[in-house]
């Protein structure tokens, strides 16, 4: 079945970098969109970026661009979230996600989630 | 960016009970609207997607309808498992963006 393992979160100090990853199995990764989603308790589900299946295609919301960028190794079945200049409002639970295609749709399996904490 | 506003923010009910949701877009969207449930804890799980279907495993008690800007959202009889969150998602256009989430309560 369809697995997505999350790893890298932890707590950093505001302006630095941190890299997240998510290991995929059970499915033909490079077949498949991949999608960053995070929550925080105030503002909810945010779609953060989107890769699609071969990596030619890479989309932002607005309040990351230019500090994040979303990679994937297909070689590795893995997808990474580059988060550069980061924010106290960059506070989150960070899911990743397997698109249902090629990654124009959406997400529909999620991993477990990881937590970034950007505190002083 | 699409604006999705869903209501209520929370609900109490009991077992038993029909519950609707509803979920209003800021423009048509046609019929790209899912429905995702969230328990403490985990990650979202779709349970309906292009706004009526169920996903596979889903049960029936679950349903969606609408199209354009209006989206409901039914549970038929509410059981203890079902006490979640419940948000609504579109992806007519990038950036997907989703509804503020229903708290269901006992």
């Known amino acids: 079945q369809v697995q997505l393992v999350e790893s890298g979160g932890g707590v950093v100090q505001p302006g630095r970098s941190l890299r997240l990853s998510c290991a995929a199995s059970?499915?033909?990764?490079?077949?498949?969109?991949m999608h960053w989603v995070r929550q925080t308790p105030g503002k909810g589900l945010e779609w953060v970026a989107v890769i699609w299946f071969d990596g030619n295609n890479k989309y932002y919301t607005d309040s990351v661009k230019g500090r994040f960028t979303i990679s994937r190794d297909n070689s590795k079945n893995t997808s990474y979230l580059q988060m550069n200049s980061l924010r106290v409002d960059d506070t989150a639970v960070y899911y990743c996600a397997r698109d249902l295609s090629s990654g124009s749709y959406y997400p529909i399996h999620w991993g477990q989630g990881t937590l970034v904490t950007v505190s002083s | 960016d699409i604006q999705m506003t869903q209501s209520p923010s929370s609900l109490s009910a009991s077992v038993g009970d029909r519950v609707t949701i509803t979920c209003q877009a800021s423009?048509?969207?046609?019929?790209?609207l899912n429905w995702y449930q969230q328990k403490p804890g985990k990650a979202p799980k779709l349970l309906i997607y292009d706004a009526s279907n169920l996903e596979t495993g889903v049960p029936s008690r679950f349903s969606g309808s609408g199209s354009g800007t209006d989206f409901t959202f039914t549970i038929s009889s509410l059981q203890p498992e079902d006490f979640a969150t419940f948000y609504c998602?579109?992806?007519?256009?990038?950036?997907?963006?989703f509804g503020g989430g229903t708290k269901l309560e006992i």
């Open positions: 423009q048509a969207i046609g019929h790209y």
């Open positions: 059970g499915f033909t990764f490079n077949n498949y969109g």
């Open positions: 998602q579109q992806y007519d256009d990038l950036p997907l963006t």
